[in-house]
């Protein structure tokens, strides 16, 4: 069975501070999809990523993908309170559109 | 762009009562199209898929059925419901391997 893990589950920063968000899977995949969700709201696209070693940036996250180690990050950079949310991480490992997502990672910015 | 209706917005439904959810999408022509339920404080779980008209695929045993009636609808039922069927249900829609899936807006279902 497919397994997607994300680390942390939970994860309270400061403005202005690094962190980095692991996405670790358990199956073959060269395609992996970061997602973000606010409180009580749909799914937002942030990144899709589609071949090992892939690396994506839109503002103050990156995402990169290593399918040879099974693992993704998304990394922040210079946390500002907009970016707390819920982020999920989500992997097709047939190739055939059916997402399996992880568990999300709650991040809240503290000012 | 591809735009993507669900309704209704929130729905509370009493245990064995019958279950209709529609979701629309615009902007595109023979998407695939999903239904995923989020239990709280949870990821998404996969529910069934569809790549056209006609077409469904249940990903895990349950008590709903889906139906693709026309192109761009898809709809989530029950004939009765049961507590466990609460969550928030959401439709998806992609143009094919390796494209983004774009979100609904979700539906709010609480069973009592």
């Known amino acids: 069975e497919l397994k997607v893990e994300q680390n942390p589950l939970f994860l309270s920063m400061q403005e202005g501070k690094n962190y980095t968000i692991y996405c670790n899977y358990s199956?073959?995949?060269?395609?992996l999809y970061w997602y973000r969700q606010d409180p009580g709201k749909s799914l937002e696209s942030l990144f899709v990523l589609l071949s090992n070693g892939a690396v994506k940036q839109e503002g103050r996250l990156m995402a990169s993908l290593d399918t040879k180690a099974r693992l993704s990050t998304l990394h922040i950079t210079a946390a500002v309170h907009d970016l707390s949310a819920t982020y999920f991480c989500a992997v097709d490992p047939w190739g055939a559109q059916k997402l399996v997502f992880g568990q999300g990672t709650r991040l809240t910015i503290n000012p | 762009s591809q735009t993507i209706h669900q309704w209704p917005a929130t729905l509370v439904q009493p245990v064995g009562s019958p279950l209709s959810l529609e979701c629309t999408v615009e902007g595109t022509s023979n998407p695939n199209l999903y239904w995923y339920r989020q239990a709280a404080g949870r990821g998404l779980q996969l529910l069934f898929y569809?790549?056209?008209?006609?077409?469904i695929s249940s990903e895990v045993p349950q008590n709903l059925s889906a139906s693709r009636p026309q192109d761009r609808q898809f709809i989530l039922s029950s004939k009765k419901l049961l507590l466990s069927d609460s969550g928030f249900y959401l439709c998806?829609?992609?143009?094919?391997?390796?494209?983004?899936?774009?979100f609904g807006p979700g539906t709010r279902l609480t069973v009592t």
């Open positions: 569809s790549v056209g008209i006609g077409q």
């Open positions: 199956t073959t995949s060269d395609r």
């Open positions: 998806a829609m992609d143009s094919g391997q390796g494209a983004e899936q774009y």
